[in-house]
């Protein structure tokens, strides 16, 4: 049985900030979400964070100010923090710039033609890990983790799994109309929100949390077992209806982050991941 690999994304936003590293940046964005209530427009902003790699003309030009729409993948990793604490890092790895505004040419008039320009989809797919439904004054929602499994190249140029960057799902009430199980393959569109805060240690975080949207797959895990012990290795079809291609990665355009902002020190990570949705 083939492991499912989908770890892609589209985001949009205004640059708030730039921080230099070694080999790249972090790059602070503000993404709007425009909507319409009661006859009124409101916005809905979500603080992120990019890291943006040396690697294009068009990448080293990027400044405060400026609009860009990204493609990008969701990374998350242990940092150091205050009092000898470790913390989850989350970030956005940018492969690639869609549309790039300077910020000369960027204005929040309603006349501008990128004023409500928005783009914020994901399509992740893995193994589940936990399932967890509660119930609020608002109704009852679930909360579902997935293993974004990953891939690298080691010296030798053989690919090896490293450890898998779990990702966050939250389903609003009767959104799926079967949860699924650990160990479960899932694949789904979603959104992404993210929200700030202080752990115990007084580390400054951020929590990225994504809106499910649709399922693109979903296979039992009972299922995949019944697969794999009658028909040996059978690949796993995605449903092509709203999914993503994500290009294979390798080299410079996939390193990922050197340094860490404010001194933070990320845990040793691959420098080439495996872009492709499927891997035996």
């Not at 940046?25 to 916005?43: P, Q, T």
């Not at 470790?86 to 970030?91: A, I």
């Not at 790895?93 to 309603?110: A, H, K, L």
């Not at 796993?236 to 860490?260: D, I, K, M």
Request: glycine share 8%; aromatic share 8%.
């Amino acid at each position: 049985m083939r492991s499912i690999k989908v770890n892609s994304g589209q985001i949009s936003g205004l640059i708030t900030n730039i921080h230099p590293q070694q080999g790249g940046k972090f790059v602070e964005i503000r993404n709007d979400n425009y909507y319409w209530s009661g006859g009124d427009e409101k916005v809905i902003s979500c603080q992120m964070m990019l890291y943006v790699p040396d690697t294009e003309s068009t990448h080293d030009t990027l400044k405060q100010g400026d609009f860009i729409i990204a493609n990008v993948r969701y990374e998350s990793y242990d940092v150091q923090g205050n009092n000898s604490s470790t913390f989850k890092q989350n970030s956005l790895f940018v492969y690639s710039i869609d549309t790039y505004i300077p910020s000369e040419m960027v204005s929040n008039t309603s006349d501008a033609p990128w004023y409500r320009i928005s783009s914020n989809k994901f399509t992740l797919g893995g193994n589940v890990g936990n399932v967890e439904q509660k119930n609020g004054n608002s109704g009852a929602w679930s909360t579902v983790t997935i293993a974004l499994n990953r891939s690298f190249k080691d010296e030798s140029g053989n690919w090896q799994d490293a450890d898998p960057v779990w990702a966050r799902i939250t389903i609003n009430g009767s959104q799926m109309k079967t949860l699924p199980q650990k160990g479960d393959a899932l694949i789904v569109d979603c959104e992404l929100k993210t929200r700030p805060f202080e752990d115990k240690n007084q580390n400054q975080a951020m929590s990225y949390d994504f809106k499910f949207s649709r399922v693109l797959h979903h296979v039992k895990k009972t299922e995949m077992e019944a697969m794999k012990q009658g028909q040996g290795h059978t690949p796993v079809q995605q449903n092509p209806t709203g999914s993503q291609n994500v290009p294979q990665q390798s080299g410079a355009n996939n390193r990922s982050p050197a340094g860490q902002l404010r001194s933070q020190q990320p845990a040793s990570r691959p420098s080439q991941y495996n872009q492709g949705q499927f891997e035996q």
